[in-house]
């Protein structure tokens, strides 16, 4: 077992490195389909290959407010207050859990590769 191996449920933190040159720099390919989630394609800026592809539920970008009322959308509060409300606690709790995942980066990243993390930690229960 390795020192900072994570039980399963625990959080983890990690910064996705280039599997072929172990590059950090990476950029991200998104894209758009309608009826389809979005996928982002990961890919190293230093040696130009493949690294990885996500989908995403759900997106939030340092506008916090106009991701937020992008989610809104689909459901409407009635309270105008209310909605400030939700709008600060959103943009709050954005900045919090990246400040917290930085720090986790930066003191304890975990040795796993990313597909490790997801497959023993983070997958969904088979039934």
Not at 68 to 85: C, I, K, V
């Amino acid at each position: 077992m390795m020192p900072n191996k994570k039980k399963k449920g625990a959080e983890s933190a990690r910064l996705e490195h280039c599997p072929h040159c172990q590059s950090v720099e990476t950029k991200n390919y998104v894209y758009f389909k309608r009826g389809e989630k979005i996928k982002v394609y990961n890919e190293c800026a230093r040696c130009g290959r493949f690294v990885s592809r996500y989908t995403v539920t759900g997106y939030t970008s340092d506008k916090t407010y106009e991701s937020l009322m992008m989610r809104m959308r689909e459901w409407a509060p009635a309270d105008g207050h209310r909605t400030l409300g939700i709008i600060e606690a959103f943009d709050e709790d954005v900045q919090k859990e990246y400040e917290h995942v930085r720090e986790m980066v930066s003191k304890m990243e975990d040795p796993r590769k990313i597909e490790e993390i997801i497959g023993e930690d983070y997958s969904a229960p088979r039934e």
